[in-house]
């Protein structure tokens, strides 16, 4: 009988600590390898994504216009800037954290009023009443500073005791009537780079009377801020319609002409700046917003939040 045949295998050992090391970097580098595959591949969607929250596109709800910035609004080869031209205000820094642009409505009345928005030093957007003792003189005055100018178009509004005041549209008026009010106004504020809405509750959201505004916007060259005093507004797709630049304001700054209040917007205007990278807020000429952004431009500057002219964020990128 033969004896049992011994067993000379050898148990299995553990795996080492090295054989466990080395396996564990093999998936983490082949995590890493898919993981940078997936993110490639989604990039363009990314893009298109970011892209909604710029001016120009999606909620930020800007019309993108024809791709280019206004002839009078593009800076001329070579000199020093003339009145309106971008090069003239500060241009935000590539660290800005985000970009506010500030509108003073309702200029127009007095050189004096300007006098405050001025002393800020800052790239700061005017908007001239037509019609008024200077308006004109207002509006060269700023331009001549390096700020943006607008024509402060007056629109109908939905309550019939508020007055219009001169060059104002209304919605009775035919399309040539606006046609030739609007083109009246911008005459009455030379060098002005865009249009924006003064009261208008009831002209803005009526259609026609719409494009009838914003084909002379278009037939200048010009760009539409739309005030949003009211949520029937139909003034951004009106513009998309017709290839007008345009877009609309975020935060009113002065409803109330009290400083405590006023400090309370610009709060609001410098969080919506931090949330989504721009913001713009309107303001009064003749009220006391300029003295009060005055103390908060400090805060600006921590918050690297630059102030740039409203068509910055109609034209950017």
Do not use: C
Request: aromatic share 4%; charged share 20%; net charge positive.
């Amino acid at each position: 009988m033969l004896p049992a045949r011994r067993d000379t295998r050898r148990p299995a050992r553990p795996p080492s600590a090295v054989t466990l090391w080395r396996a564990g970097w093999v998936i983490v580098m082949l995590v890493g390898i898919g993981a940078g595959l997936w993110w490639t591949a989604r990039q363009p969607q990314a893009h298109e994504r970011s892209q909604a929250s710029r001016p120009g596109q999606g909620v930020v709800r800007v019309t993108p216009g024809v791709g280019r910035p206004p002839a009078s609004v593009l800076p001329k080869s070579g000199g020093r800037p003339t009145p309106g031209d971008p090069r003239a205000v500060t241009k935000p820094e590539p660290s800005s954290v985000g970009r506010v642009a500030i509108i003073f409505d309702d200029a127009g009345a007095n050189l004096e009023q300007l006098e405050p928005i001025l002393a800020l030093g800052r790239s700061v957007t005017v908007a001239v009443l037509p019609g008024l003792p200077a308006s004109r003189a207002v509006s060269e005055r700023a331009a001549a500073a390096g700020l943006e100018v607008l024509l402060h178009l007056p629109l109908e509004a939905e309550e019939t005791d508020r007055r219009l005041g001169p060059g104002g549209v209304t919605t009775a008026m035919t399309d040539e009537e606006i046609t030739a009010v609007v083109r009246a106004g911008l005459a009455d504020v030379p060098g002005a780079v865009g249009i924006n809405g003064h009261m208008g509750s009831k002209a803005t959201a009526d259609r026609r009377v719409m494009a009838a505004v914003l084909a002379v916007v278009r037939e200048r060259g010009l760009f539409f801020v739309d005030s949003r005093t009211t949520t029937r507004t139909v003034a951004l797709p009106v513009a998309r319609d017709l290839g007008v630049p345009a877009v609309e304001r975020t935060v009113f700054l002065d409803n109330e002409d009290d400083p405590a209040y006023i400090g309370g917007q610009i709060q609001q205007l410098l969080q919506a700046a931090r949330t989504r990278g721009w913001a713009i807020g309107i303001g009064h000429a003749q009220r006391m917003t300029a003295e009060v952004l005055r103390q908060f431009l400090p805060e600006f500057d921590r918050a690297g939040i630059v102030l740039v002219p409203v068509s910055a964020l109609i034209h950017s990128r």
